[in-house]
Every structure is written in structure tokens, then in C-alpha cells.
């Protein structure tokens, strides 16, 4: 029996990628509910926010005097002498199917999450300041799947779960240099844990030995990114925008753990746990990522943009300086957001459309494939208050990534965001007469 554990403490140790792109699922829970979630640093939000998620994301050359900018530091500049506070929640409805020994099977949840709260004040007429606290990543999957132990006639079963992730506070600068030449930098304070827990049996009696292994990493470090943009007047109603953001590769600093126990199947001790490693400094690697966009605007009526970018995820490292067996990504998207008429006083026509259409190469490998996510988004913001400065905004996104083919697993989502934004006018100078 020795030489069994010994086999399946050596499994316990090995890389989750195969796991994750073709095992068996059992439940899980959290958003987003991903088996991919255990790769890497886990699944990535988007960074824009529930306007930019009814277009596509589209907003990297983009901007408007009603919403905040949160995916290029550069446009906070586009900002008018308004104060603006947004909150923004995501939930996201998910079906996920694979076939499994000649069977589909598939599993579906619902869940969702504080996308994001973001304070916008001017410092003056060229320059504005913002911060804001949003989800970067998250860690949720639990999966189960079943082998035979060499040499042996038993069966090893083996579960692996994930909880966790990253989230950001950032600071962000954006300054007009010039009448069209915008420029700005974000510094953000990343921080977070993910844990991640395997454990494995010898399917042989009740008596069973259980070989549980524990991964707890505790992530804190700054990382950057600059943005860009120029906005070339066509003529009095047309204007072009382009923008671009660039974050380097750079490394985050953590603290590891990874502990081995053994126990009965209730849970009691067998003996006492193998600690490998208790909060030792390490660092991961996050890779370089670059993102570019272009759009034409009329006024305030009509806006078509194309965004794409581009992550690097080849570069990535974890904390154990090993190679995540992730491959670079790809974004391309394109969006477009009309309001009928903006300075119309008829309510309806200050209510703005959006739609968009978005396609990802993910760095996920599936038995060497690269998989993709396409999805189309439709959104609504609808104005309120004084002056009508104030929307509240609701987007809808529909899409699907991977495919059955052979192991490979399918996730078909609906997304839903709901964004408010508030605009008020604060350090006035107050006039007496």
C-alpha cells in the first residue's frame, strides 16, 4: 500500500492543465464556476465598465463626459469640471457541458459580484484623478476525476478544488497635453490569496487513507500601466479618436504555503502534516499586455469603435518560477452607442443604445488547441435626475467558449451589468452678487 500513496502523493504534485481542459466536473461554485479558473492567476474580469460592456468593451480610444474611462488612464482627461461616482455589479448565468465517456454531461449556476466602485474628481481643466476597487481575478473550480494506480488492481480518486483570487485598488492620473493629445498613468496596489487543494485515495475500503496537499498564496505588489490617446477633429461634427494602453511584464511578490496531510475519510489526522513551506517569499510573473483602439464620433450621437489587444500570457510565471503552459491571447472587438437626439428635451431621446460583438483567443490549451470565447452585448443608459447627468445603465452579453470536441469542455454564459453613475459639480466657486 506504501507504493500506492507514494504514487499518489507524486499525481498530487502535478501541474493542473490537463486536468482543468478535460476532466470530469462535479459542482462548483462562486462565480463563474470555471474549470480553466485553476490555470494561471485565474479567470481575468474585464476592465471596462457596464458602458463599455454593452458595446463589445470597446473603450480604449473612447470616452464620454457622462461616464468614467477605466480601461485607458489617458481619457480620465475627457472628464468635464463633473465629479463622477460609479458602482458597477455583474452576474453571469453559465451552462457548462462536456462529453464524458460517450455521455454529455452538463452543470449550470448562477452568481455574481461587485464589479467595480470608481471616484473621478478634476484637478483642474487639464487634469483629473480617479480611484477605484474592482475584482482583477478569480479562482473557483472543483473538479473530480478517477485512474487507475499502476501495478495495482486498484482505482485513485482524485479531487481538486480552487477558491480565491486578486483584486486591485488603483490610482489613476489622465492630463491633456495638448488640445487632442491625452496622456496617463494608473498605479494599482494588487492583492488577494488563491488556494488551491488536492486530495486522493486508493479506492480500496472505508479504512481508506486520504493524501490531502494544500497551496495557499498570498499575493501584494504594485503594478503599472500608461495609456494614450489623440482625437484629430474631421470638421465641426466628426471626430476621429485612437488610443493605446500598455502595461510591461511585470513581477508580483507572494507568500507561499504548501502543507501535505494525511487522514481517514472523516477528516481525523493519521499524522502529522509535512509542511514543505510556511509564507516563503516568492514571486510570480504577470505577463505584457498591450491594447489599441480607433473610433469616429458625431457629437454625442454617434460612436463606432474597434478594439484589439494583445496578452502575452507565454511570459507568465508562477510563484514557483515554472512556466504556467499558457499561451499568448488575442482581442479584437467592436462596439457602437447612439442616442438619438442629445439635446432634445423629450426624455426618450436622451436614452443611448449600444451593442457589440467581441472575439478572444484565450490562453487556455485544450489537448493542444487553443480555445476561443465569442460573444455579442447589447446595453441601455437611461438618464435621471437634474439635468438628466445621471444614467443608470444595464448591459446584456450572450456568448459561448470552446466546443465538445473529444474532452474538451463548452461554457455557454449570459452576463448581465448593471452600472449606475452620478455626476455632480463639486468645488464651486461660490459667486456672491
Known sequence: MLRIYKRIRQTLTHSLLAIAATSPMVLAQGLGNSPYSALGIGELYSQGNVTNMGMGDVG????????????????????????????????????????????????????????????????????NIALSLRPYTYVNYNIRKYEPVPGTPYTAQYNYTGRGGLNKVTLANGVRITKNIYAGVEASFLFGNITNSSDARAIVSTTDILVTHLNRTNYSDIVMKLGAAWRPKLNDTWTLNFGGTFEPKQNVKATQTNIYQQTSLSGQAIAAPDTLQLNSNAQ????QQMHFGASIEKGNTLLIGVDVGFQKWSQYRTTDNKAGNLADGM???????YTPKPNSNRYRDLITYRAGFQYNKLPYLANGVQLNDINGSIGASIPLGAYFVNHVTLSLVGGQRGVLSGTQIKEQYVRIGLGFSLNDWWFRKQVVD
Do not use: D
Open 331 to 337: 482581442t479584437v472587438a467592436a462596439g457602437l452607442e
Open 60 to 127: 480604449v480610444s473612447n470616452a464620454s463626459s457622462f461616464y468614467l474611462n477605466l480601461q485607458n488612464p489617458a481619457l480620465l482627461a475627457r472628464r468635464t469640471r463633473f465629479t463622477v461616482f460609479e458602482v458597477g455589479l455583474i452576474g453571469q448565468s453559465k451552462t457548462i457541458s462536456q462529453n464524458i465517456s460517450n455521455s454529455l454531461k452538463s452543470q449550470s449556476n448562477f452568481a455574481g459580484n461587485l464589479g467595480y466602485l470608481a471616484l473621478s474628481v478634476p484637478a483642474n481643466s487639464r487634469w
Open 284 to 287: 510570480a510573473t504577470l505577463p
